[in-house]
């Protein structure tokens, strides 16, 4: 058993970072949070307008769509298509998602603006550098206007001034997305806890269990 009672609640509007040593489990937890797994035991509710729902009981074409509809993955490899564009690669969710070519295309075009990428929109990824790769990434991830950004060591193959700058993009763009829809939140596994220490709360994975850190500053009581 990877976990032991473990309980995490996540509001709207937070950006929570889960820290934890290689092996403890963070991408395995990010993967129950985001039913991309189903826990042996326990159960994951999602906030809906509905009231919460619980991913248990969702048949897995049901989860594939609230996956879909409501989360946004970013990952350590940017997996971009090598053979599409940048504006391409961003599309990609809304003209799977059934949306027309032209209004995918113009909603690409803003949200490449949004990361800074807007000249880079006709190159493919293999003449983007990682930061650009992985900015495209991060703009395809909420291209959708997903809830939730859930996102796997998003700067972990790259180097220090360039993952802090992307770090410092999502921490924007969380704050944006927030505002605009009110109903959004981030979760963030990472091993940099100066990254972590720059969200809203940190909770730290060992054995099994979360305990939560105290942020820079704050006393416990």
């Not at 991913?55 to 970013?74: C, H, K, P, S």
């Not at 295309?105 to 650009?132: F, I, K, M």
């Not at 939730?148 to 790259?158: R, S, W």
């Not at 009110?182 to 060992?206: E, G, P, W, Y």
Request: with cysteine; proline share 5%.
């Amino acid at each position: 058993m990877v976990f032991a009672q473990l309980d995490l609640a996540v509001q709207w509007g937070e950006m929570v970072a889960i820290v934890g040593e290689s092996g403890s489990g963070k991408s395995t937890l990010l993967h129950l949070l985001s039913g991309l797994d189903r826990p042996s035991a326990g159960d994951v509710y999602f906030d809906s307008d509905k009231g919460p729902r619980s991913l248990a009981a969702m048949e897995e074409e049901e989860l594939a769509e609230l996956r879909n509809r409501e989360i946004g993955f970013v990952w350590q490899q940017h997996y971009l298509l090598p053979e599409f564009t940048a504006l391409e690669n961003v599309m990609m969710p809304l003209l799977i998602g059934g949306q027309p070519p032209a209004a995918a295309e113009s909603t690409s075009r803003a949200w490449l603006d949004r990361v800074g990428l807007s000249p880079r929109a006709s190159h493919r990824s293999g003449e983007l550098s990682g930061g650009e790769q992985q900015r495209v990434a991060l703009a395809r991830a909420l291209v959708g206007d997903p809830s939730f950004l859930m996102a796997d060591e998003p700067t972990g193959n790259l180097d220090a001034a360039t993952g802090a700058a992307v770090f410092e993009l999502i921490r924007r763009l969380h704050s944006e997305q927030q505002g605009a829809r009110k109903r959004f939140a981030s979760i963030i596994v990472t091993h940099n806890l100066h990254q972590a220490q720059s969200c809203d709360r940190v909770v730290s994975l060992m054995e099994g269990q979360l305990q939560e850190q105290l942020q820079p500053g704050i006393q416990s009581e």
